[in-house]
């Protein structure tokens, strides 16, 4: 048995930090968090100074066990959990769930898995930072005060299931409101003139610098150019210089790699995790811009290397914000002269971006030279301007470009001007005045919310993916693509002294991955901000982070935050008894229809947002309301009567097809098309109010052919589709994956075979036990664990556990034991 054992949370850093200590030490992991509040209102005794109490979760007593087992036989413990006030309330909770001897029992910190860092940590053990476990503490304690007292109220105001967050409802907050932006900006019109002149056989660009507000204004400016003469009139250089962005922090990286990569804040998260975990990167949770001298040592010698001595310039980033810790480094590669890591495409092109970062950042200034074109219309006040843009000297150029979330930077890339001269007369092609239109705010995109709420001073870098990953899994936010719509716009071209007017068209307002609210967050939003504003006050939630950053320096008591805090939160929850769910904007009137006489009302139902006709009446239940689900887009605040009665045309018979009707309407997940039985999506591009017989018909023989069989294996159809995980095949109620090593598009016969005899071959390899006339079965499941399954009821096991004797009595109890009973499922309720 080893002398020392050390406990980190993620096997992956165990197995990297395994490597680099001797044969007396055991490097093993806790898995994350091992213990927590536990459910329901006994967690936090409010009259005894909000004292918590914590449980091991279930899923981690197996881990403990384990744990508890190898450290009574250890001499030394070593608590390595992640260098924040996570990681060091995992260290404490593990101190505190095993019962360790403090003089046998050290705490080491380190921010990247690299062997020099791992034996500095050692040689300086610490003991645990109690104040950094107090602010982690403050902030479960509060947030579950919050969630636990307000999301009641919105079950019983509102609709039950729904949930309540100091930081998630911030969030929600944001995006509510930039919708409302979007909704009421007032689309303004104007006419952007651009010339485009011949010299010596090449193109050269200029704009007019002024706007105009109608089209007659652009006319009379056109009308003005015919038969003027174009001459340059001056021509500026100046020199200019543009610097490096800093190294990345942990929401920097989340927003370029959004930009440069498409990925999720999530997936950000989870890639550059396991490139920590690999020891290929510094710590990924930070808010420093600091590199430490050892890092710029490293990013100099790789610059000079590669690039010269010329692309070298040293700099020591700060950061604005106070709560930073500078005394953490930004997001860097542990070893510079990497300049690829990563098991995957995925993690390559992470590793990669934050290598060209953090070497840029100590890289020289690019050096241009701009020039600034003035152009003279004959007998017109207004001048014409063309730049151009020549790099000098690339410098950090030549590694690294940061982008930016701006819509409305859509500048072109200024290249080198053809020769010009003062006094130069130039030949025109043609000059153009185009209609554009006012853009609305943009809303926003995950990396977008995480900026605002950093510039806001809300959430710290460990908060960021779980807020943006919580408010769409509750239904509050949906990140979607949202197609475009056909808008005119006007062209006038003046072109050999004739000016010509066109009509023309182009889509606009197509969205990528943004962030919209759903009706839901928008009446919750309205009820928190009414009788919760302190709660989803920004500058409170701000103020709250502050105070979090006190506790955790060791200048304030958390009981006490908590208490001043709690007191005022407390009376408003008791006073929301008195608000009436009528007073509630879940519904409202929207007008009366004209067929019936009845009202119209949009609110909130069951399954989703919906309109009605008419009320039930009691005294009259033959005489039922009419409902109408809410398109996507439609908002139960603003939706008209002429738009809510639309959607009452809904299901409508299109036609008919092999004599059967093809229905059209509108159910839970969009709209669809229901012919003999069958269902069939309708795309996006379709309006399922206009669509057509025909229309319908080509997407029902689509249906068809990709239902038919591709082939019969084993008496038993096979079909092949397109799902959430990419392109499969379904056989026998089972569904494989077609990954890209075959032509999807063409399988063979012996491609489908192969497929299903691997996926069987597949599932007996996972099959530990099965005891078939009771239909009970043990089977292997990923990451090591085990299952065991009846019918559709299955236990995960821990890694622990030994299925490899395991009796069919022994199955049965696990089945037993962990079964919901009526009982249990009516507590759970």
Not at 104 to 117: G, M, N, P, Y
Not at 184 to 213: C, H, M, W, Y
Not at 720 to 730: A, E, S, V, Y
Request: net charge neutral; aromatic share 8%; hydrophobic share 35%.
């Amino acid at each position: 048995m080893s002398k020392n054992l050390v406990i980190v949370e993620s096997p992956a850093k165990a197995k990297t930090i395994e490597g680099y200590l001797g044969k007396d030490f055991k490097v093993v992991s806790s898995y994350g968090h091992i213990r927590d509040l536990p459910k329901g209102d006994k967690a936090i005794d409010i009259e005894n100074n909000f004292k918590p109490t914590y449980e091991v979760t279930a899923d981690k007593k197996e881990v403990i066990k384990g744990l508890r087992k190898l450290s009574k036989s250890a001499e030394t413990i070593y608590l390595a959990s992640d260098d924040d006030r996570e990681g060091e309330a995992i260290s404490w909770h593990l101190k505190e769930a095993l019962k360790l001897d403090p003089a046998h029992t050290k705490r080491i910190v380190f921010r990247e898995i690299t062997k020099s860092a791992i034996q500095a940590a050692m040689s300086s053990p610490r003991d645990i930072d109690v104040d950094l476990v107090n602010a982690q503490q403050a902030r479960r304690i509060l947030d579950r005060l919050v969630g636990y007292e307000l999301s009641p109220v919105l079950w019983k105001k509102i609709k039950r299931g729904l949930s309540a967050g100091r930081v998630q409802s911030v969030a929600v907050r944001l995006v509510v409101e930039k919708e409302r932006e979007v909704d009421q900006f007032d689309t303004q019109s104007f006419f952007k003139i651009s010339a485009i002149f011949n010299v010596e056989g090449r193109e050269l660009k200029a704009e007019l610098p002024k706007r105009f507000n109608t089209q007659e204004d652009a006319r009379e400016f056109l009308d003005n150019c015919v038969n003027a003469e174009f001459t340059i009139e001056n021509l500026e250089k100046k020199p200019a210089k543009r610097s490096p962005a800093a190294p990345f922090t942990t929401s920097t990286l989340q927003q370029e790699a959004s930009r440069k990569l498409g990925y999720s804040v999530v997936q950000t998260m989870t890639v550059a995790q396991k490139l920590y975990e690999a020891g290929k990167i510094s710590y990924m949770r930070t808010d420093s811009l600091n590199l430490s001298d050892e890092a710029i040592k490293g990013a100099v010698n790789e610059i000079k290397s590669s690039f010269g001595e010329e692309f070298v310039k040293t700099r020591k980033f700060k950061t604005k914000s106070k709560s930073a810790q500078e005394a953490h480094e930004a997001i860097r590669p542990t070893n510079f002269s990497q300049r690829t890591a990563g098991k995957d495409y995925n993690e390559q092109r992470l590793y990669e971006l934050i290598w060209k970062r953090a070497v840029a950042s100590q890289m020289a200034e690019a050096q241009l030279e701009k020039t600034i074109v003035t152009i003279d219309i004959s007998g017109n006040e207004q001048k014409l301007i063309a730049q151009g843009e020549v790099i000098k000297f690339e410098g950090f150029l030549k590694v690294y470009i940061e982008s930016t979330d701006d819509d409305d930077s859509n500048e072109e890339a200024k290249g080198i001007l053809p020769p010009l001269n003062i006094g130069q007369s130039l030949s025109l092609d043609h000059i153009k005045a185009r209609q554009g239109f006012s853009r609305p705010p943009a809303r926003y995109t995950e990396a977008s919310l995480v900026k605002k709420l950093e510039e806001m001073g809300i959430g710290r870098p460990s908060t960021y993916a779980p807020t943006i990953s919580t408010v769409q899994k509750r239904d509050y936010v949906l990140k979607e693509n949202r197609e475009g719509v056909e808008r005119k716009y006007a062209e006038l071209t003046l072109q050999h002294n004739v000016i010509a007017e066109e009509t023309k068209t182009e889509i606009t307002g197509a969205e990528k991955a943004k962030l919209f609210p759903t009706n839901i967050a928008m009446v919750v939003n309205d009820f928190l901000v009414e009788h919760f504003p302190n709660v989803i006050d920004f500058s409170f939630t701000a103020q709250v982070e502050e105070q979090f950053d006190n506790i955790a320096g060791g200048g304030q008591e958390w009981e006490k935050m908590i208490k001043n805090f709690y007191g005022g939160f407390h009376e408003k929850v008791e006073a929301t008894e008195q608000i009436s769910r009528s007073e509630v904007g879940s519904s409202r009137e929207v007008g009366i229809d004209p067929e019936s006489g009845k009202p119209v009302i949009a609110r909130l139902g069951k399954f989703g947002p919906l309109v009605q006709i008419g009320e039930t009446d009691p005294d009259d239940p033959e005489n039922k309301p009419q409902f109408a689900s809410l398109k996507t887009g439609q908002f139960i605040e603003n939706i008209t009567l002429e738009d809510a009665l639309e959607l009452f045309k809904l299901p409508r018979e299109v036609g008919h097809y092999n004599d059967k009707e093809i229905i059209v309407a509108i159910g839970r997940f969009g709209p669809y098309i229901k012919y003999d039985e069958k269902f069939v999506s309708l795309p996006k591009s379709a309006d399922p109010l206009s669509i057509t017989e025909e229309e319908s018909i080509v997407l029902i023989k689509e249906k068809e052919a990709a239902d038919a069989p591709i082939y019969i294996y084993d008496d038993k159809p096979v079909q092949k589709g397109k799902g959430r995980f990419g392109p499969f095949i379904k056989w026998n109620n089972m569904f494989i994956n077609v990954n890209k090593k075959y032509d999807w598009d063409n399988l063979s016969d012996a491609d489908i075979v192969q497929l299903i005899e691997d996926k069987i071959q597949k599932e007996k390899d996972k099959l530990i036990h099965h005891w078939e006339a009771e239909g009970i079965r043990v089977e292997k499941a990923r990451w090591g664990r085990h299952h065991v399954i009846q019918g559709k009821f299955k236990v995960e096991l821990a890694k622990t556990v030994d299925v490899t004797d395991m009796t069919l009595e022994e199955a049965q109890a696990l089945i037993e034991k962990n079964k919901p009973t009526k009982k249990k499922a009516k507590k759970k309720k």
